[in-house]
C-alpha cells in the first residue's frame, strides 16, 4: 500500500513538471527544419537566377549579374545562419548524429576531391571535372551517415 | 552506463514521448538512453534527476564502479 502511494506521490511530482510545452523539442525543431527548407530554396533559386540570369534574362548586363551575385552571397549568408539555428536547438544525440556525418563528409570531400582534380589536370578524366560533382557527393555522404546515424540510435 | 529511466518511467506511467518533451529531447534520444546506446550528458543527467526527484547516481551508474575499477 505505501509502495503504491508514494509511486503515486511521485508520479504526481514528476506530472507536475510535465507542464505542456509551448515550444517544446519537436515543434522548435520542425519549425527550424522548415525554415531551413525555405532558406535553401530561396538559395537554390539565386543559383538558377546567376546561372541563368545573364543569357536569359539581362543579356549578360555587368550590373544585374554584380547584383545577382550580391543577392546568392546573402541568401546563402541566412541559409549558413538558419543552418546553425538548426544545429544550435538539436538535442545532444542529434547533435552528435550530425556531427559524425559532417566529419565522415569532409573527410570524403578532402580524399575525392584532391585526387578528382589532379586527374583532371592531367586529362585522365573523359569528362570536365566539375565543382559540382563534388557537391553532390558530398551531399549524398551526408544523406547516407545520416541516414546510417538515424537508425542505429532508433 | 546502465541507467533505470525505462523503470523509473514505467513507475510513473510516462511515455517516451512524454519524458522527452519534459526533458527537452527528442523520443529518439530518450529510446537510445534507455537502451543504453547513448550516454547522457551532465546537464541531461541533472534535469532527469531534477524531474525524477533523485540523486544522479540513483537512476545511472558505472558497472565498472560494481568491479571494483575506480
Keep these: ?22 515550444n517544446g523539442y519537436e515543434t522548435r525543431t520542425r519549425t527550424n527544419v522548415i525554415q531551413l527548407f525555405r532558406w535553401c530554396g530561396v538559395w537554390a533559386g539565386t543559383c538558377a537566377l546567376l546561372t541563368f540570369g545573364p543569357k536569359f534574362l539581362w543579356n549578360k548586363a555587368s550590373v ?13 549568408i541566412a541559409t549558413v545562419m538558419a543552418n546553425k539555428k538548426y544545429f544550435d536547438q538539436l538535442d ?6 550530425h556531427l559524425n556525418s559532417l566529419a565522415i563528409t569532409v573527410g570524403v570531400a578532402m580524399i575525392a576531391g584532391v585526387p578528382y582534380s589532379i586527374m583532371d589536370a592531367n586529362h585522365l578524366l573523359p569528362f570536365h571535372a566539375d565543382i559540382s560533382h563534388l557537391m553532390v557527393l558530398m551531399s549524398l555522404t551526408y544523406a547516407a551517415c545520416n541516414l546510417y546515424g538515424t537508425t542505429r540510435y532508433r | 552506463m546502465k541507467n533505470r529511466l525505462k523503470v523509473l518511467r514505467a513507475e510513473r506511467d510516462l511515455t517516451q514521448a512524454q519524458l ?10 530518450i529510446n537510445a538512453i534507455e537502451t543504453g546506446k547513448f550516454d547522457p550528458s551532465l546537464p541531461l543527467a541533472f534535469r532527469a534527476a531534477r524531474l525524477f526527484g533523485l540523486r544522479i547516481e540513483e537512476i545511472f551508474h558505472d558497472p565498472a564502479l560494481d568491479n571494483g575499477h575506480r
Design chain 1, 92 to 97: 545532444e544525440l542529434q547533435r552528435k548524429v
Design chain 1, 1 to 22: 500500500m505505501s509502495i503504491i502511494l508514494y509511486i503515486r506521490t511521485n508520479k504526481q511530482d514528476t506530472m507536475n513538471q510535465l507542464k505542456p510545452l509551448e
Design chain 1, 64 to 76: 544585374f549579374t554584380l547584383l545577382a551575385i550580391g543577392l546568392n552571397v546573402c541568401v546563402g
Design chain 2, 20 to 29: 522527452a518533451d519534459a526533458l527537452d529531447v527528442s523520443r529518439q534520444t
